[in-house]
């Protein structure tokens, strides 16, 4: 299932770039939810730094191999949108966190990527949903 948000393409982020507002926020954070079958993101502080909110998901899987080649997808999303997230894997998950450094809050490129993800883990093998 393709959404609009998933066929974007990041642009670079310049510091200091306005971060998206709330409103904005809530709206995309309804259309990337709406977008995937089975994977709802939440945008929350970041365990390791809570005053940074970033779109938040955790993915479970059968198994680590499984898990390891997710997380080698959404790394090769990363490197061809030039815009990275923070991924945790651990036997039988992937946390994945999209925010915008440069900018320090949310911008376009998280919820592209985000959606981007969605998809990848709509048809991941071992993944539970
Ligand atoms: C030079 C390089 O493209 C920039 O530092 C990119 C790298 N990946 C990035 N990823 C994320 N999430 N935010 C950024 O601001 C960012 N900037």
């Given at each position: 299932?393709?959404?609009?948000?998933?066929?974007?393409?990041?642009?670079?982020?310049?510091?200091?770039?306005?971060?998206?507002?709330?409103?904005?926020?809530?709206?995309?954070?309804?259309?990337?939810?709406?977008?995937?079958?089975?994977?709802?993101?939440?945008?929350?502080?970041?365990?390791?730094?809570?005053?940074?909110?970033?779109?938040?998901?955790?993915?479970?899987?059968?198994?680590?191999?499984?898990?390891?080649?997710?997380?080698?997808?959404?790394?090769?999303?990363?490197e061809e949108q030039k815009h990275h997230p923070l991924l945790v894997l651990e036997w039988g998950s992937?946390?994945?966190?999209?925010?915008?450094?440069?900018?320090?809050?949310?911008?376009?490129?998280?919820?592209?990527?985000?959606?981007?993800?969605?998809?990848?883990?709509?048809?991941?093998?071992?993944?539970?949903?």
């Amino acid at each position: 299932m393709s959404s609009s948000l998933a066929d974007g393409t990041c642009v670079p982020c310049k510091k200091g770039a306005p971060s998206l507002a709330q409103e904005d926020v809530e709206s995309k954070l309804q259309q990337l939810n709406n977008a995937s079958r089975a994977f709802a993101w939440d945008a929350s502080p970041l365990s390791q730094s809570p005053s940074q909110i970033a779109l938040q998901r955790t993915f479970k899987f059968r198994n680590f191999k499984t898990a390891l080649a997710f997380t080698n997808s959404v790394g090769a999303i990363a490197e061809e949108q030039k815009h990275h997230p923070l991924l945790v894997l651990e036997w039988g998950s992937v946390h994945v966190a999209w925010w915008t450094h440069a900018t320090g809050g949310l911008h376009d490129n998280d919820f592209i990527c985000a959606a981007k993800t969605s998809q990848i883990a709509d048809d991941a093998e071992g993944i539970k949903k």
